[in-house]
């Protein structure tokens, strides 16, 4: 009798000497992988973090609750991973050669992050899971400040090294600059914001940490 596999799909015998996984192994298909992460943000953004259940993002992916369990142990760990994932898409930026342009790349990625609908939607209700639930609190700090504070750091090493910023210049105040604005615009009073507001916004932050002109 053929061992009973345990992942998300079969596996075929083959003879071409290509190693296959071991039997019983679990196969975790990408495809898969991929739906289970788009359900999790629609879950997200129609229910919260509070309502969200394994149960309805299988539902919503087309899966069973064990395709989901073979990724992650919980809820929490899903989320958390795949809100980071994306927080940190696109926020390794190339280097433009000055500390004024890399902070006008950066304020203009960073804002089309938080104005995504989903971003809109889900990002406030997490901060509100995690005010309640210092558990959220203290993985999602740390899950989602990694990515973008090496991307401040990034910004700041080259600036020094170009001697546009003193050698003691601290990465995460430029982040707090960076983010703190754009979060308060955009999340908070969800005031409408301009490319002018965005380049003003870049401008503003290089002479707050002692750009020269």
Known sequence: MAPMLTGDSKRTDRSDGVK??????AVLRDDV???????V???????GYGRLSIEAVARRAGVGKTAV?????????????????VAALGLILPDTGSLRND???????????LRHPLA?????????????????????AAALDAAQRQSSAALVRKAVARGELPADT???????LIAGPLYWRLAVVRTPISGDYLDRLAESIATALGAGA
């Open 170 to 176: 601290d990465p995460d105040l430029a982040l707090d």
């Open 69 to 85: 369990y073979r990724r992650w142990r919980s809820k929490l760990p899903m989320v958390i991973e795949v809100v980071s994932e």
């Open 20 to 25: 296959r996984a071991p039997a019983g192994a």
């Open 41 to 47: 943000f629609e879950e997200l953004a129609a229910s």
């Open 120 to 140: 809109a939607q889900i990002v406030p209700d997490l901060l509100a899971e995690a005010a309640r639930n210092p558990e959220i609190a203290e993985t999602l």
């Open 103 to 113: 902070l006008r790349m950066f304020v203009h990625v960073l804002a089309r992050v």
């Open 33 to 39: 992988t991929e739906a289970i992460r788009t359900a």
